[in-house]
């Protein structure tokens, strides 16, 4: 076992604890030309950034430039956290440190490159250029306050630190419990909300849509409990294996937990009015009498979706003929196509999530300093504390700015 003295240990070699180790290496050294601070990142697995390399499809959409509070969940005070934080001061953070971005129609920022390699190339060219060692293959195991210093073990080595950065993220799609990611926390006094996956496909008992497996179409989804609206999305709607997927089920995953008897309901057409839809459907009845019913919609929506809500309207013989539709079916019709409504299961498994929600209990954490209010010298940093985005960028706005915040914090005792 070795024996390693470090003043700042930063946990978590994801894109906090990055994040963590450049800004601290641009705010002590490159800014002062100081370089006597000995930091270390201590990694479980065998190299930093994995699950960074997977966000945004491999492509890191690293901010949202129009984040607001609203975009955010948890008892995190992110409204003040955002109103000096802003994902601009992050963009001209991120160019301090060579990485350029681009931002799309929907103010989703991404490195210019398209590839989530340079925001990881970027960070580690400027720890390693300052000296900030990285210990991969580090789990730790226990973390314990003696003596003014954190003593933190893992398998191979003992570390001693004056000051702690904990990012240690979360147990959504990495194969690490629940206990491991959140006991470091814990073993310093901090509490824990409730963890649940989030930004998650949502699992559907309907035998109904197990046809319509593979299909996307473009609609506004509604999570209801009862007759109570809990989120309302709009956009690309994914028919999965067993249950809904897509940007915007993921969304709506973040609001389900507490949630009596979940329901997704389905607007297949958000722009038509129930009534004028079913003008439609009557005037073209008439028109193309002579089709059958399994026709019905042709040229508006996809025919296995349409064969879907004929099923769930219970219209009966499809091979029956267009002109056969009375006014109260083309109604009950265009009612279903407006409110499709599916049951669906609150999402178990971390495995499918890209978050969790929940962690580190937001009133034990400073807005202005990531600093932890238990002890002076901890700093707690992203998807390890309850604050949770929307898909988006939000969630690594918030892993990355906690990390500048907590660096200058930091780097503001040793000036
Ligand atoms: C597939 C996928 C796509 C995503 N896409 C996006 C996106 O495009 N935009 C966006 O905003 N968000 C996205 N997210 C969410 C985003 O990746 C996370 O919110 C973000 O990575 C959290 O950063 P973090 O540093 O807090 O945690 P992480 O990035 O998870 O880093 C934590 C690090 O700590 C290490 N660690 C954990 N426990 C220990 C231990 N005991 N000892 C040592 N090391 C430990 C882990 O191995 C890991 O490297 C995506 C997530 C997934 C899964």
Redo the contacts with the bound molecule.
């Keep these: 076992m070795n024996r390693i003295k470090a003043d700042i240990a930063i946990?978590?070699?994801?894109?906090?604890?990055?994040?963590a180790a450049a800004a601290l290496s641009y705010e002590l050294f490159a800014k002062n030309g100081q370089n006597n601070v000995h930091i270390v990142i201590?990694?479980?697995?065998a190299r930093?950034?994995?699950?960074?390399l997977?966000?945004?499809?491999g492509?890191?959409?690293?901010?949202?430039s129009g984040a607001t509070a609203a975009d955010y969940s948890g008892s995190f005070d992110i409204a003040d956290f955002l109103d000096v934080n802003t994902p601009t001061e992050l963009i001209a953070y991120f160019a301090k440190l060579g990485l350029i971005c681009k931002s799309d129609a929907e103010n989703?920022v991404y490195p210019i490159s398209n590839s989530a390699n340079s925001v990881l190339d970027v960070l580690r060219n400027n720890y390693l250029s300052y000296g900030v060692a990285e210990y991969c293959n580090?789990?730790?195991?226990s973390i314990d306050y003696q003596k003014q210093s954190y003593i933190i073990k893992?398998d191979s080595n003992i570390f001693e630190a004056a000051t702690v950065i904990l990012?240690?993220?979360?147990c959504?799609?990495?194969n690490?419990s629940k206990e491991?990611?959140y006991s470091?926390p814990k073993a310093l006094g901090h509490n824990i909300s409730k963890i649940n996956p989030g930004?998650s496909p949502i699992q559907a008992n309907s035998k109904i849509l197990s046809g319509l497996k593979g299909i996307r179409c473009n609609c506004k989804v509604q999570l209801k409990e009862q007759n109570n609206v809990l989120a309302t999305e709009y956009g690309e709607l994914q028919f999965a294996e067993n249950g809904l997927s897509g940007i915007c089920i993921f969304n709506l995953s973040n609001r389900i937990h507490n949630a009596e008897n979940p329901k997704v309901e389905i607007d297949f057409l958000p722009n038509t009015t129930a009534q004028d839809f079913a003008k439609i459907l009557c005037n073209r009845a008439a028109k193309f009498a002579a089709l059958t019913i399994d026709e019905l919609f042709f040229g508006i929506l996809n025919k296995r979706i349409g064969m879907a809500i004929l099923k769930t309207c219970k219209i009966g013989d499809f091979s029956r003929k267009l002109g056969a539709l009375t006014k109260k079916e083309t109604e009950k019709i265009a009612n279903c196509t407006k409110a499709f409504s599916v049951d669906v299961s609150r999402p178990q498994s971390f495995a499918k999530?890209?978050?969790a929600i929940g962690g580190v209990i937001g009133s034990e954490i400073s807005s202005k300093t990531m600093q932890s209010t238990l002890h002076g010298n901890l700093y707690v940093?992203?998807?390890?504390i309850d604050c949770n985005?929307q898909?988006?960028?939000?969630?690594?706005?918030?892993?990355f700015s906690?990390?500048v915040v907590a660096a200058k914090s930091i780097a503001e005792k040793y000036n």
């Design positions: 946990i978590g070699g994801g894109a906090a604890g990055m994040m201590i990694e479980k697995e930093v950034g994995r699950k960074l997977k966000t945004g499809n492509r890191c959409n690293l901010t949202n989703r580090n789990v730790v195991s893992t990012a240690t993220g979360s959504a799609s990495v690490f491991n990611i470091l930004l999530a890209q978050i940093l992203g998807e390890l985005g898909c988006g960028g939000f969630n690594l706005n918030f892993a906690s990390a």
